[in-house]
């Protein structure tokens, strides 16, 4: 899988490998001995353990900054906050000059909602290191949920600067400056989000209710069919889609669409609204043509004006001052996940799974998440929607024989396993070859 540059979302950036090659220029100590038993043991998984050693390597070397940073974010790890702001207080003390601190700092006020400080504390890191694009977006993402949208635009911007090449920040960025007024600019980064990253569905979603909009009914169509293409279970776009072909005037497409929203979202209430009004429109229309039939002779009369209905908006997208869309989520998520902030990475895949509840790839990285962290019956239940959703996806049948296996079912471990051969996935199916020979 490539690996593409995340965006924390209110994660901590845990940065000892760095740390531990610094130190092996020198010979270890016992404190920097212990330091590198925890970061193993945090790689590992094992996050107590880690706090533990950390703990130990303070008490062997009082003043060791990086220690007490690794402990500040094995406690965020463990829940335990306030001894969390602590560390990274003490690491600051230490290290004024460290960035990596500040922005850990930062986050983890953010966390706490002390937006203000984080703020401050995420613009100290940025003049350290003005190039910290983590800090950039991260500042950008707490003022836009502060409200200064303009401030926000302006870092989303900055970290484009440094790195042009990443999609969800275009499609952040893309949907700050939709909700400011400048349409043809969101329209411009909507669409660089799509170059750069075809697979996801959201901004096609995005952009199709800007050219809706705008009045560009049969463009926008084109990308709700780009977005449906891609996730067809997107609810929220068979909405928008319905919405844009009743404007074009495709009242019976536009009703399969407001019933196909309805059938993947029962919730989305507007939906059905204007299903009524459209299947009450239609039976008018057909109820006039069979009494026009019926008369022998046509009757000349004055030419009735049309009503005209006031036309649906389209639903947005959630925006990132609430909620990033599902892909920018999943996309943070997996980069926390490799650099083992497994608890903010499981936030993250939890707000992509509500933010797309019709994805099973959303449902799956969930699972895999909570399955990581031990909670294995959550995971089950998000294996088989992400297999409900489409029951053909081998990865996630997969995925649940292991968490089956771990949880003492072995027979039905191994008949996932057994079916994911036959699924005529070759990646998937020599996945679940060494499953079973290492599982017996």
């Known amino acids: 899988m490539q690996t593409r540059f995340s965006l924390p979302a209110l994660a901590l950036a845990f940065c000892l490998s760095g740390s531990i090659r610094a130190q092996n220029a020198l010979p270890p100590d016992a404190a920097t001995l212990q330091f590198q038993a925890g970061a193993a043991a945090y790689q590992n998984g094992q996050i107590g353990v880690a706090a533990a050693d950390f703990r130990d390597a303070i008490r062997l070397r009082p003043s060791y900054a990086e220690a007490h940073n690794a402990l500040g974010i094995a406690l965020e790890r463990l829940g335990q906050m306030a001894e969390s702001l602590t560390e990274f207080q003490r690491t600051m003390q230490i290290s004024p000059d460290n960035p990596d601190a500040h922005y850990n700092f930062g986050v983890a006020l953010s966390r706490q909602k002390r937006a203000a400080e984080a703020v401050t504390q995420l613009q100290a890191a940025i003049k350290l290191r003005p190039d910290f694009i983590p800090a950039h977006y991260m500042l950008g993402r707490i003022l836009e949920a502060s409200g200064k949208r303009s401030e926000a635009i302006a870092e989303y911007r900055e970290t484009l600067r440094l790195r042009p090449d990443y999609a969800a920040v275009h499609y952040t960025l893309a949907n700050a400056l939709d909700d400011s007024g400048s349409h043809d600019e969101a329209i411009t980064h909507y669409r660089t989000s799509i170059k750069l990253d075809p697979t996801n569905a959201d901004p096609h979603n995005a952009l199709g209710n800007v050219l809706d909009t705008q009045g560009k009914h049969a463009e926008a169509v084109a990308e709700y069919a780009a977005a449906l293409k891609l996730r067809p279970g997107f609810a929220l776009a068979h909405y928008n889609m319905a919405v844009a072909l009743d404007g074009l005037g495709r009242r019976d497409e536009a009703i399969a669409e407001f019933r196909t929203a309805l059938r993947f979202s029962p919730s989305l209430t507007i939906a059905r609204t204007y299903l ?79 933010a797309a509840p019709a994805s099973p790839e959303a449902h799956y990285r969930l699972a895999n998440a909570l399955d990581d962290q031990g909670k294995h019956a959550p995971a089950i239940a998000e294996f088989h929607a992400a297999i409900r959703l489409r029951p053909s996806y081998a990865a996630a049948w997969s995925g649940l024989g292991v968490t089956l296996y771990l949880m003492g079912n072995k027979a039905e471990a191994h008949q996932n396993w057994h079916r994911v051969l036959k699924m005529g996935n070759p990646a998937e199916a020599q996945k679940a070859a060494v499953l079973l020979r290492t599982y017996p």
């Open 276 to 354: 009524n009004k459209d299947l009450a429109k239609q039976a008018k229309a057909r109820n006039a043509a069979a009494r026009q039939a019926r008369i022998p002779k046509p009757v000349i009369a004055a030419k009735p004006k049309p009503v005209i209905a006031a036309k649906p908006k389209p639903i947005p997208q959630p925006k990132p001052a609430n909620m990033a869309a599902a892909a920018a989520h999943m996309q943070l998520a997996h980069a926390l996940d490799e650099q083992g902030y497994q608890a903010a990475a499981l936030e993250e895949y939890r707000k992509a799974a509500a």
